[in-house]
């Protein structure tokens, strides 16, 4: 079974960037989907971004667009996300996730019921 485990989230001030990492237990990872959902205290987890197999293909919630950056390597067993200009509304735990489907129409993105693999999920908090 993949395993998924996320590292590089922290204490940031406002303004400030990060960069999330999510390294996979072996090399199917690049045959999947990565998206990544964040959960905010006392909230329900929400998808902030995709990216597909190949790398081709990335979508982004209008909440995340233009300040994260979701990418890939193969090679690496690894998915990533950069993200810029944080605001304290992305204070949550950050979770990536591996959806075993070669396309879903974009309203489907972003539904945690799409994906089947997650990792632990990791703190980040944007407060100055």
């Known amino acids: 079974q993949l395993q998924l485990v996320e590292s590089g989230g922290g204490l940031v001030q406002p303004g400030g960037s990060l960069r999330l990492s999510c390294t996979a237990s072996d090399s199917t990872l690049q045959y999947y989907a990565i998206g990544w959902f964040r959960q905010a205290p006392g909230k329900e987890r929400e998808g902030s971004t995709v990216i597909s197999a190949s790398g081709g293909r990335t979508d982004y919630d209008d909440s995340v667009r233009g300040r994260f950056t979701i990418s890939r390597d193969n090679a690496a067993n690894a998915g990533y996300l950069q993200m810029n200009s944080l605001k304290p509304e992305d204070t949550g735990i950050y979770f990536c996730?591996?959806?075993?489907?070669?396309?879903?129409?974009?309203?489907?993105?972003?539904?945690?019921?799409?994906?089947?693999?997650w990792g632990q999920g990791i703190q980040v908090t944007v407060s100055s």
């Open positions: 996730a591996v959806g075993v489907w070669t396309y879903l129409p974009h309203q489907q993105l972003f539904r945690p019921g799409e994906y089947h693999y």
